[in-house]
């Protein structure tokens, strides 16, 4: 891990902290800048504090980090920059894809509602990833592979760090959050440009039941939802957004 821009073994730090999930390819980290703006808005509403590093110099321990872990040139590798409320931050290596760049992920998950609350679901911070890990072993528990969070009044969670959206004919609807991840911002650029209609709103469960497809963005890309409770999904127009996203990137 880097540390305060220093290498060093892995160690837990139990403060508090935001995060992004920051996807790299080839030893390059995509949309450095953005996860920096992200993590350093969050943690001055949060804290009042900001981390004190530039864009390139995020860019370079990341390559770093990388370089030391002995990570492959050619698959895309998920690093996690931490900003904790002792104004320290980490940057750790996490998952590693099977793909190169932005897909349409093959697991196609059977998902399930559940009426709960979260913490300061529109931020990204621990103690959403908290939350998000007990509902993952909750899912687990009903054999299932996820579970979308909703209010007892039927609106659904939005987690800042995974927006869920969903698609119905020619329109796009993304969640309304304090803080719009890089993906969401990623996915309504490429929607705009394949000539979809694009709205942020919050979005309910009648909405879920009568979507065409619910999708879940992430690092990787996209997770298209096969289905949940009983009702099917399709995933088409999850593979066009998701093209377009890698599309674009390679044009940059």
């Not at 959403?128 to 979308?148: C, G, N, P, Q, S």
């Amino acid at each position: 891990m880097v540390k305060n821009g220093e290498l060093q073994l892995w160690q837990r730090l139990d403060s508090p902290y935001v995060y992004q999930h920051i996807h790299t390819l080839a030893h390059k980290a995509r949309h450095a800048s953005e996860n920096l703006r992200i993590v350093n808005e969050t943690a001055s509403r949060l804290w009042g504090l900001q981390c004190d590093i530039t864009r390139r110099e995020l860019e370079q321990e990341i390559e770093q980090l990388l370089i030391a872990n002995h990570i492959s040139r050619n698959t895309s590798v998920e690093v996690t920059l931490k900003l904790y409320s002792t104004a320290d931050y980490t940057l750790e290596v996490g998952e590693s894809s099977i793909y190169s760049g932005y897909v349409v992920r093959s697991l196609r998950p059977e998902a399930s509602l559940i009426a709960t609350s979260a913490p300061l679901a529109d931020y990204p911070t621990s103690a959403m990833v908290a939350t998000r890990a007990l509902i993952k072993e909750m899912a687990a528990a009903r054999d299932l592979h996820h579970l979308i969070m909703a209010t007892p009044d039927g609106k659904i969670i939005a987690d800042a760090a995974e927006p869920l959206f969903i698609v119905k004919g020619h329109k796009v609807t993304l969640p309304v959050v304090a803080m719009s991840s890089v993906e969401q911002s990623l996915i309504e650029r490429a929607s705009i440009s394949l000539g979809f209609e694009v709205e942020q709103k919050q979005l309910t469960v009648e909405m879920l039941v009568d979507a065409e497809e619910v999708a879940i963005a992430s690092w990787q890309g996209l997770t298209a939802i096969n289905h949940i409770d009983s009702k099917p999904y399709m995933s088409i127009i999850a593979e066009r957004i998701v093209a377009q996203m890698e599309h674009r990137e390679k044009k940059q």
